[in-house]
């Protein structure tokens, strides 16, 4: 695969003084597999360079860590499966207790991963991410976009909607996703007005449509909520004025009347 020649991770090739002890991976020194300087290297301070890259997951299963794994695996990139090496109660710790701890991007749930102080969640989001940091996603913008619509279907949409017909529990109930926008607003360092940097993103906007689909298929569990800013984040959006003049326009369609849409 000819993009794979992006190829990545500076520093990698030093040696790593890592506290746990990275599994995985073919070829620890193989990281740059080619001498040409990274499409996408790493933002992050050369401390964090050194760091080992750690996935947690649920030990005992393949589950959606085996998507990352797999990743992993065939770039040859050694890493700590946390879950594996400490147990179960070590990704409740990390990622539920502490997923959400001042000073760092919120995490909702397993898989994630981390390096230094660089942490993410969500399976398509981490398989992109990283797929650009190995050289296993293209570098032209729209072949970049059609292997994230991959992603999207396959990973996210697919696996969720196969997984309902295992677990046909009410998925808004369990899936406590407005505490999670509540931590992201708190941690941007920017302020809580948007959920990434100071500018609105395509995540406000999703965040705001996802909201409104909750308040309006799921209200008990909604006004249950504890999250002030994620529903001020709502009001905001909706008031933003080319949005507001949309949603008073015959463009904007009426709700399905049985799904979140
Ligand atoms: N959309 C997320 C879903 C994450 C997810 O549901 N993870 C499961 C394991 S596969 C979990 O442990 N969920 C616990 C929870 O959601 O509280 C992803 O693709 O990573």
């Not at 080992?52 to 998507?67: H, S």
């Not at 991007?105 to 994630?112: D, E, G, L, N």
């Not at 008031?239 to 799904?259: E, G, H, K, T, V």
Request: aromatic content about 10%.
């Amino acid at each position: 695969m000819l993009f794979r020649n992006s190829l990545v991770l500076p520093g990698f090739h030093k040696s790593t003084p890592i506290k746990l002890k990275a599994v995985g991976g073919t070829n620890f020194r193989a990281v740059p597999r080619h001498s040409t300087v990274a499409r996408h290297s790493l933002n992050s301070s050369s401390a964090a360079m050194t760091e080992p890259w750690l996935l947690f997951y649920w030990p005992g299963i393949k589950g959606r860590g085996e998507y990352v794994r797999l990743v992993f695996e065939e770039a040859g990139v050694p890493y700590v499966d946390v879950g594996l090496k400490e147990g179960f109660q070590s990704i409740v710790d990390h990622v539920f207790e502490k997923g959400t701890a001042e000073g760092s991007f919120p995490i909702r749930a397993p898989p994630a991963i981390q390096k230094g102080d660089f942490k993410m969640c969500n399976t398509p989001a981490i398989m992109l991410y990283l797929g650009k940091v190995f050289g296993l996603c293209p570098s032209k913008l729209e072949d970049e976009a059609h292997v994230n619509q991959v992603l999207n279907v396959v990973v996210s949409d697919a696996v969720s909607e196969g997984r309902l017909a295992f677990h046909p529990v009410d998925f808004y109930a369990t899936h406590k996703v407005g505490s999670f926008i509540e931590a992201v607003l708190k941690s941007n360092k920017c302020g809580p007005n948007f959920l990434v940097g100071s500018e609105l993103s395509v995540a406000d906007l999703a965040t705001y449509h996802f909201l409104c689909a909750a308040e309006r298929h799921y209200k008990p569990y909604y006004d249950a909520q504890e999250a002030p800013l994620a529903k001020a984040l709502q009001s905001r959006v909706a008031q933003r004025p080319r949005i507001a003049a949309y949603l008073a326009s015959d463009r904007c369609q009426p709700w399905d009347a049985d799904s979140m849409m």
